[in-house]
């Protein structure tokens, strides 16, 4: 399974990016991210109909996880973004379970990742 993402860029504080993923047919997919010298975290996730999303708490509100099944895609909406948002962000396909999912285990299936650099 090869996954796409793509989107990333630079922006100014304040500013938005949508960040857009190759689906990969009906598994619950995720977007997670990387900042330099810290841990992959969990950013969103979604079931695999699109009917339930879950937020990471520290982007509730300003981020918005969707998906369209007529294009295959899932999209990652940032809006409010704060410098703290700079990080690569990898777009996951489960394999394994349908349902949103916050652990990085439940993700067989990683993107190469797109930068996201937020400027203050």
């Known amino acids: 399974v090869q996954l796409q993402a793509s989107g990333g860029g630079l922006v100014q504080a304040g500013g938005s990016l949508r960040l857009s993923c190759a689906a990969s047919?009906?598994?619950?997919m995720g977007w997670f991210r990387q900042a330099p010298g810290k841990e992959r975290e969990f950013v969103a996730s979604i079931s695999w109909d699109g009917g339930r999303t879950d937020l990471a708490d520290s982007v509730k509100g300003r981020f918005t996880i969707s998906r369209d099944s007529a294009k295959n895609t899932v999209y990652l909406q940032m809006n409010s973004l704060k410098p703290e948002d700079t990080a690569v962000y990898y777009c996951?396909?489960?394999?394994?379970?349908?349902?949103?999912?916050?652990?990085?285990?439940?993700?067989?299936?990683w993107g190469q990742g797109t930068l996201v650099t937020v400027s203050s």
């Open positions: 996951a396909a489960s394999g394994v379970t349908a349902w949103e999912s916050r652990r990085i285990g439940a993700y067989n299936y």
């Open positions: 047919g009906r598994t619950a």
